[in-house]
């Protein structure tokens, strides 16, 4: 069965320091790959997806993520945070089942400090 | 294009009452899933609708039940309230059941407060 962790429920960046948010999946087949974001109060809304094409993704809003076969890992990263990063970070797995259906993380919640 | 729209906002009910919350999917989307999400967790997976019938269901009793209708909206209905069904319940919607290759479009979600 697919399972997502992440590591660190909670993690503070300085505004403009690098921002890595760490991502382990668990697949007994290649995976499709997803990070959400949540503002507060807000639904969440698709970053960037890993879909079996190239390993590093962009998304939205100078985000990336590299996709590591032999770690089992889809690390979220941006290098220059902002104060409008600050939210709620999900990361999420397809699930290989008859019908459509996504697994996601516990989450991590990113602050910017000033 | 429009977004994944839900109603209301917010709800508060009493353990033991009814509750239903609507969803209007995305324009061109035909599959809704559902999720409940609980205060500091994920989003866990309540099931999905396609073509007005549930294709999919996670761990979730009975008491938890849905409808697709012609224009792809969607409801979800709780009987009996716990005070632990309190949380946000999202829908999200994709087409054709692809939302685990190309993501899904979320709604802001319904805060459901059972007291």
């Known amino acids: 069965a697919q399972s997502v962790t992440q590591l660190g429920s909670h993690v503070s960046v300085s505004e403009g320091a690098l921002v890595l948010l760490r991502c382990n999946y668990s697949?007994?087949?290649?995976?499709?790959l997803f990070w959400y974001v949540q503002y507060p109060n807000q639904g969440l809304q698709l970053l960037l997806k890993?879909?079996?094409?190239?390993?590093l993704v962009k998304g939205i809003n100078g985000f990336e993520a590299e996709f590591k076969k032999s770690e089992t890992s889809f690390h979220l990263t941006k290098p220059s945070a902002h104060m409008s990063d600050a939210a709620e970070y999900f990361c999420?797995?397809?699930?290989?089942?008859?019908?459509?259906?996504?697994?996601f993380g516990p989450g991590t919640s990113l602050s910017v400090i000033p | 294009e429009t977004g994944v729209t839900q109603s209301p906002t917010h709800l508060i009910k009493t353990r033991g009452q009814q509750v239903t919350l609507r969803c209007s999917s995305q324009?061109?989307?035909?599959?809704v899933s559902w999720y409940q999400q609980a205060l500091g967790q994920g989003p866990q997976f309540i099931f999905q609708?396609?073509?007005?019938?549930?294709?999919g269901r996670g761990n979730f009793p009975p008491r938890f039940s849905g409808l697709q209708f012609p224009n792809y909206s969607s409801e979800l209905n709780v009987n009996a309230l716990e005070l632990d069904d309190s949380a946000l319940y999202l829908c999200?919607?994709?087409?054709?059941?692809?939302?685990?290759?190309?993501?899904?479009?979320f709604g802001s979600g319904t805060r459901l407060t059972v007291v």
């Open positions: 999200a919607s994709s087409s054709d059941g692809q939302g685990s290759l190309y993501g899904y479009t």
């Open positions: 697949s007994s087949v290649p995976p499709y």
């Open positions: 890993y879909t079996s094409a190239a390993t």
């Open positions: 999420a797995v397809s699930a290989k089942t008859s019908y459509d259906k996504v697994i």
């Open positions: 324009s061109g989307h035909n599959t």
């Open positions: 609708y396609y073509r007005e019938e549930e294709n």
